[in-house]
C-alpha cells in the first residue's frame, strides 16, 4: 500500500529550539506539501514542493523553511520554534498526472508543542 | 483568489440516517472540486472528486456528490450513515495546472446511536 510517513506522531519541544519535522513517501512522488492544521482554521499550506531542491511558500510560510534533497524526502523546519507554531503538522505527496494534485496522500500527521 | 466555505462546524446525525454535509467555493473557472475524510488520529483520505463531466460523482464508503455551477456547491451525500463515518469532513477546491488545493475549515460529523 501507498503510504506517506511522519517520524513523530507526538513531538515535545522548547521554545526557541530548532525542531525539524520530517516525511517520506514512497511512491515517487514529484509533488509534496507541508500543512498545519488548527482547530476551526482547517488546513493551511505553509510550503511545498514540485521537484529536488525546488521550494515555493505557501499561505502561511513565515517562520518555517524546508528542505528536499531527495525526491522522497521533504523536511519541514522551525528555525526557532514559538508557541504559536504549537499544531498539527501533515505532510502530503501527490504524483503530477492531468490535474495536478489530483489525489494528495497524507501521512497521519506530527502533533507539535511548543511550550 | 479560490476559497471554500463550510457553513457547518460541527453536524449530528443518527445512524441510519442520511446526511448531506454543504460545501460552497468561489472560483473564477470551472473548478476542480475534492472532498477528503479524516477520521481521528489519521491523516486526509480523499473520498471523491470532480474534474468535469457528470455533475453528480461517487466516491468510496457510499458517498456521493453533486457539483451545482449555478450554486457555486459541491455537497457531500450518503443516504444511510454508519457509525465508522464519524469524522472530520473537508471540502477542497483547485485548479489545474501545477497549483495548489484550498481547504475549507472542516465540518465534524458526529453519528449518534
Not at chain 1, 504559536?84 to 492531468?98: F, K, P, V
Not at chain 2, 483568489?1 to 443518527?14: G, L, N, R, W
Request: proline share 4%; net charge neutral; aromatic share 12%.
Amino acid at each position: 500500500d501507498v503510504k506517506v510517513t511522519q517520524s513523530s506522531r507526538y513531538l515535545v519541544k522548547r521554545t526557541g529550539e530548532k525542531v525539524f519535522l520530517e516525511c517520506v513517501q514512497d511512491m515517487d512522488h514529484e509533488n509534496m506539501f507541508w500543512y498545519r492544521q488548527d482547530p476551526g482554521l482547517g488546513l493551511r499550506l505553509i510550503y511545498f514542493s514540485y521537484d529536488v531542491k525546488m521550494k515555493e511558500k505557501g499561505d502561511i510560510p513565515e517562520g518555517y523553511s524546508v528542505s528536499r534533497e531527495k525526491k522522497e524526502r521533504f523536511s519541514l523546519i522551525l528555525e526557532s520554534a514559538s508557541t504559536n507554531q504549537t499544531s498539527m503538522y501533515l505532510c502530503a505527496s501527490s504524483s503530477t498526472g492531468i490535474v495536478t494534485n489530483e489525489k494528495l496522500f497524507f501521512g497521519s500527521g506530527t502533533q507539535l508543542s511548543v511550550l | 483568489a479560490q476559497s471554500v466555505t463550510q457553513p457547518d462546524i460541527h453536524i449530528t446525525v443518527s445512524e441510519g440516517a442520511s446526511l448531506e454535509l454543504r460545501c460552497n467555493y468561489s472560483y473564477g473557472a470551472t473548478p476542480y472540486l475534492f472532498w477528503y475524510v479524516q477520521s481521528p488520529g489519521q491523516g486526509l483520505q480523499l473520498l471523491l472528486k470532480y474534474f468535469s463531466g457528470d455533475t453528480l460523482v461517487q466516491g468510496i464508503k457510499g458517498f456521493e456528490a453533486e457539483f451545482k455551477r449555478s450554486q457555486s456547491s459541491f455537497n457531500l451525500r450518503k443516504p444511510s450513515v454508519h457509525w465508522s463515518d464519524a469524522a472530520e469532513y473537508f471540502c477542497a477546491v483547485g485548479p489545474s495546472g501545477y497549483s495548489t488545493l484550498t481547504f475549507g475549515k472542516g465540518t465534524m460529523l458526529l453519528v449518534s446511536p
